[in-house]
């Protein structure tokens, strides 16, 4: 599903993360590490958003440094903390990630009432508490026909109910559409919720697969 070639991140001096070699199948990981170790960073260069040395392959074909528009296609991204135009109203915010991912017609309608945010949809998003972001965020990442799903933090700063409907959408688009997805989470993941979740270890500017 995703193959690392002699990947590495630095920051000025600093090695921040280093992959010499590494491919992983398709599935559900819980990326895990103390602060600091390289989550967000792993997350982000994987997303297209920090620029690194080596290549991220996705299924084999599509490296994201030969076809970066056509590997952002099939793969999204949910900051721990995302930021978006103030001004922009959540509607607008998904039309535009709809028509960037080119989603199919009316499909951010299920994601939007299964999450409960259209009473807020028409509002600026500079109104928006946290809570209300973050779910505007995940509804985001789902958009599409991704391939594989980053989702950094996704269980902070959303209630219960919206954790529920979340483990749903990743278990559904998991076993029914054999979406991947990397989880960075400093909170332990339901194992009945996702009992399939392998696991991902980041430390030491090194990254190891366990189960």
Known sequence: MLQFVNYKKTYGDYPALQIPDLELEAGIYWIKG??????STLLKSIAGILAFNGDIVLDGNVSIKKQP??????VNFAEAEPLFPEFLTG??????FADAKDAP?????QYIESMGIQTYMERPIGTYSSGMLKKL??????LGNPKLILLDEPLITIDTAALKILYSWISEQSTQHGVSFMLSSHQPLDADELPRAGELLVANQTLTING
């Open 34 to 39: 103390v602060n600091g170790s390289g989550k």
């Open 69 to 74: 528009v056509g590997f952002r296609k099939l």
């Open 91 to 96: 509607a607008e915010m998904i039309s535009l």
């Open 105 to 109: 017609k009316g499909q951010e309608k």
């Open 137 to 142: 965020s995940l509804v985001l990442a789902f």
